[in-house]
């Protein structure tokens, strides 16, 4: 079984225009157009069973319509596709969108500080993460650099430690292992601490349209990583479709790793938390 934990998707009349925005100057080509049906497709290609898709509130003016998108979703393809919801911390009314989220059976929340322009350590911020814990809601928060903004830094891994020492308790996951592109810091700072890290674009080696290739995470790092923070603590995820899904379970499947470690990454954490 798979449990792809880190997905994206839009509405079908926007999904291309979107798609081309937020691939435009990084040199990278989509794994599919980022509608339902192209997730669908890649899921069905691939053999995952369900995907956990993670919109992002860019301006707290959108953010009735895309919660509205996310309840929809949930309902029409609720066996394969899991929505989490979507708020902003700058919205003058999160409450509100939580508990009509809780009464349509979606069970988190994905924030990103550089989309969104706040700071993963402010209060704003913090607030936000401790509003959800207050309802239930897992939440998924972007870590590390944005290869669309180069030097901002409003989700680094030393802002995301300052951040963990204020939150109250709940069920926080890290994106890209804790920090995309700050495996070092995340390692030494933040493995081993109570939050989940899920794997989303997290590859040895990418691959750009322009024939160039970057070194990525370091594959022994990234062992010692799994093995330092847990197995019962990480999440398959893909960052889809901004990654293929097979260059992410290829560099997963290349590890060293016990059938329990793998089974627990793949999907056996997931089914926990989800409550599935």
């Not at 999904?15 to 925005?21: I, M, N, P, Q, S």
């Not at 040199?27 to 997730?39: E, F, K, S, V």
């Not at 994905?110 to 913090?126: A, G, M, R, T, W």
Request: proline fraction near 4%; charged fraction near 25%; glycine fraction near 6%.
């Amino acid at each position: 079984m798979i449990i792809d934990f880190h997905t994206h998707i839009y509405p079908n009349k926007i999904a291309d225009t979107v798609v081309k925005l937020l691939t435009s100057g990084i040199n990278i080509n989509p794994a599919y157009n980022g509608t339902c049906a192209g997730l669908i497709d890649s899921m069905e290609k691939n053999g995952v069973d369900k995907s956990v898709c993670l919109p992002i509130v860019v301006d707290p003016k959108n953010t009735i319509s895309i919660n509205n998108y996310v309840i929809e979703v949930s309902k029409l393809y609720k066996d394969k596709i899991i929505c989490f919801g979507g708020i902003h911390p700058l919205y003058e009314d999160n409450e509100t969108i939580l508990k009509t989220l809780k009464e349509n059976g979606i069970k988190g929340i994905k924030l990103h500080p550089v989309y969104q322009n706040v700071s993963v350590d402010s209060k704003e911020f913090i607030d936000t993460i401790n509003l959800c814990f207050k309802y239930g809601f897992i939440v998924t928060i972007h870590a590390g650099k944005d290869p669309g903004y180069p030097g901002n830094d409003m989700a680094n891994s030393k802002r995301i430690v300052q951040m963990l020492n204020k939150i109250d308790k709940g069920t926080l996951i890290l994106a890209h292992m804790g920090g995309f592109k700050e495996s070092e810091y995340v390692y030494e700072h933040i493995c081993g601490l109570d939050v989940y890290l899920d794997t989303a674009f997290e590859v040895f080696e990418i691959k750009y349209t322009n024939g160039e290739k970057e070194p990525f995470i370091d594959k022994d790092l990234y062992y010692k990583m799994i093995k330092k923070h847990g197995s019962d603590k990480i999440l398959f995820g893909t960052d889809l479709p901004w990654q293929e899904f097979k260059d992410i379970y290829n560099t997963f499947s290349e590890l060293d790793l016990t059938d329990e470690e793998r089974d627990n990454i793949l999907y056996k954490n997931a089914l926990r938390i989800l409550n599935l």
